[in-house]
C-alpha cells in the first residue's frame, strides 16, 4: 500500500527545547494515519499531527479496544535515523491484536509506515547521547455503537515524540499482596490500555507509602514475581541471572529478550522460570542477590534500590550494579552505532521512496 504524504507548512520543531524534554509531552508535527473497514487496511497516510473526532458511543471508550507498542528511533554517528528490532514490535502489536479480536497489520507495512515518519521526522530525534524519538504506534476501536462485541473498524496511527536522556535513580518497589495485574489466561501479555488503567490504583496506594512502584505478584498464590510498571525484572544470583518465565502474565518484553541474547553471547548463565519472592529476600540474607533490574524501552535497565513486601524491607547497594549498567551501556550504544550491531538489531528509518 503507498503511503500518501502531506507535509506540515507551519513545523512547530523551531519551539521545541531540546535540553529539556519533559517526557510524553512535545509531539512532533505529522503522524501515520490508516483506517480498517471492516476488510482491509486503507488510506494510509502521514499528515500533520491533528486532533481526531470521537463520537460518544466510540466502542473503544466504552469497553476498550485499545492497544499500543512504545519505541525509539535514534540518530547514528552518520546521522542517519535508526530503528531497534521493529519487527518484534510489529509481531508484539499483532500477538496483542489477535488477543484483543483486533485486525493484524503485515508486519513489513508496520515497519515500513513507521520508517517512513521517522525518517520524515528526523530532525525532531535529539541528538544527545541516551535521548531518543519515542514512537508510538496504537490502534482503537471506531465503530459508534453501544453492545459487547468486537468492533469492525478501526484506526491504527502512529505518533512520534522527542525524549530526553532518562536518568533513572534507583526504584523502590512494594510487592502487592492484594492487588494482581495478570493472571494466565487473562490479557496481561497484550499491550492493552486496560492493562495500564488497572494498576493506576495500585500504584497510587504503593506511591502514598513511599514506593516508586508495585511490584506485580502472580495472581494465584501472591508467591511468584512478575514485572513492574513498564518494566521486566532480572535478578543476579551469584552466578545466575533469572527472569521470571513468560506464562502468559507477563508481557513479552523486548529490553527483556535483547538481555538475555546479549548476557547469553557474553557466558553468563541465565534463566527464564519462576521466582518467589520468599527466594528473593532468602537470597538476600544469604547475601547471594547482587543485582536487581528492571528492563524495558523507556530507561532499558534500571536498576532498584528497595523491595518491600509484607512486614519486610531489602535495601540493595544499587551503586554498583556492573550487569545493569554493562547491559544499558550496550543497548544505548548500538542504538547509537558505537557498538557493532552484529546481530542485525537496528535498522535505518528509509524514507518511502528508498525503501
Ligand atoms: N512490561 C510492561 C507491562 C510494559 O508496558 C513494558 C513496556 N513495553 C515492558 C514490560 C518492557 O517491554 P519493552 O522492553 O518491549 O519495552
Known amino acids: 500500500m503507498e503511503i500518501k504524504i502531506t507535509k506540515t507548512d507551519h513545523s512547530k520543531l523551531d519551539q521545541v527545547d531540546f535540553d529539556n524534554l519533559p517526557f510524553g509531552q512535545i509531539s ?29 458511543s466510540n466502542l473503544a471508550l466504552h469497553y476498550g479496544q485499545s492497544i499500543f507498542e512504545g519505541m525509539k528511533a535514534s540518530i547514528n554517528r552518520e546521522g542517519i535515523p535508526m530503528l531497534f528490532r521493529p519487527e518484534l514490535h510489529a509481531q508484539r502489536m499483532n ?29 525532531w530525534i535529539p541528538q544527545e547521547d541516551g535521548s531518543a524519538l519515542y514512537i508510538r504506534p496504537f490502534m482503537y476501536a471506531i465503530d459508534h455503537f453501544l453492545g459487547v462485541r468486537p468492533s469492525i473498524t478501526y484506526r491504527f496511527c502512529i505518533i512520534t515524540l522527542p525524549v530526553g536522556p532518562y536518568y533513572a535513580k534507583p526504584v523502590s518497589l512494594l510487592a502487592s499482596d492484594t492487588y494482581v495485574r495478570a493472571i494466565p489466561g487473562g490479557v496481561g501479555e497484550a499491550k492493552t490500555s486496560g492493562n495500564y488503567a488497572a494498576s493506576l490504583y495500585p500504584s497510587k496506594l504503593a506511591q502514598e507509602q513511599g514506593f516508586d512502584q508495585v511490584l ?39 529490553t527483556r529478550r535483547s538481555f538475555i541474547e546479549i ?74 552505532g558505537t557498538v557493532e550491531d552484529t546481530r542485525g538489531w537496528t535498522m535505518p528509518a528509509l524514507a518511502p521512496a528508498q525503501v
Not at 222 to 234: D, H, I, P, R, W
Not at 271 to 293: C, M, N, Y
Request: hydrophobic share 45%; with cysteine; proline share 4%.
Open 216 to 254: 506485580w505478584l502472580d495472581g494465584h498464590e501472591f508467591k511468584y514475581v512478575q514485572e513492574v510498571g513498564t518494566m521486566n525484572l532480572f535478578f543476579v544470583f551469584e552466578d545466575e541471572i533469572a527472569t521470571p518465565d513468560n506464562n502468559g502474565a507477563v508481557l513479552k518484553g523486548i
Open 95 to 123: 500477538a496483542s491484536a489477535e488477543r484483543m479480536c483486533m485486525p493484524t497489520i503485515d508486519p513489513e507495512f508496520f515497519v515500513e509506515a513507521i520508517s517512513a515518519l521517522v525518517n520524515l521526522e528526523k530532525g
Open 263 to 336: 548476557l547469553r553471547d557474553k557466558g553468563h548463565r541465565v534463566t527464564e522460570r519462576p521466582i518467589s519472592i520468599d527466594e528473593v529476600f532468602d537470597a538476600h540474607a544469604q547475601g547471594k542477590l547482587k543485582e536487581v533490574f528492571g528492563a524495558g524501552t523507556a530507561a532499558v535497565a534500571s536498576t532498584v534500590g528497595h523491595i518491600a513486601h509484607l512486614d519486610r524491607k531489602i535495601d540493595l547497594d544499587a551503586t554498583a550494579n556492573p550487569i545493569a549498567r554493562f547491559l544499558k551501556a550496550e543497548i544505548d550504544g548500538l542504538r547509537a
Open 28 to 56: 512532533s508535527d505529522h503522524m501515520f494515519v490508516m483506517e480498517y473497514d471492516g476488510t482491509s487496511w486503507q488510506n494510509a497516510r502521514i499528515e500533520p499531527l491533528r486532533t481526531f473526532e470521537i463520537h460518544p
